[in-house]
């Protein structure tokens, strides 16, 4: 049972940067993506940002240049640095795995961006 774990969310002021950190147990997969999806009250989850076995990655263009993407293999684990940090990347941070046309989501963090 694949099982993901977040951490690292909090409140941060305008300008500052947090780290999210994610850790899969319970993979077998040889290949998957890790990524980040965040949720503001009302919307729809959205796309931040993601990385594949190989390295490749992918931003929404809302962080593009802010925010980077990281992941360490051997742990199962990806991270997000974000940076410069706005009250409008204020939500919910979701961690997300995809394989074999599986997904599997992580329980969320809150990240609240004010001063």
């Known amino acids: 049972q694949v099982q993901l774990v977040e951490s690292g969310g909090g409140l941060v002021q305008p300008g500052g940067s947090l780290r999210l950190s994610c850790a899969a147990s319970g993979t077998t997969f040889s290949f998957y993506t890790m990524g980040w999806y965040r949720r503001v009250p009302g919307k729809q989850r959205e796309l931040v940002a993601t990385?594949?076995?190989?390295?490749?990655?992918n931003y929404a263009g809302s962080v593009k240049g802010r925010f980077a993407i990281s992941r360490d293999v051997a742990k199962k684990t990806v991270y997000l640095q974000m940076n410069s940090l706005k009250p409008e990347d204020t939500a919910v941070y979701y961690c997300?795995?995809?394989?074999?046309?599986?997904?599997?989501w992580g329980q969320g963090t809150q990240v609240t961006v004010s001063s």
């Open positions: 997300n795995l995809a394989a074999d046309s599986k997904i599997y």
């Open positions: 990385v594949t076995t190989t390295g490749r990655t």
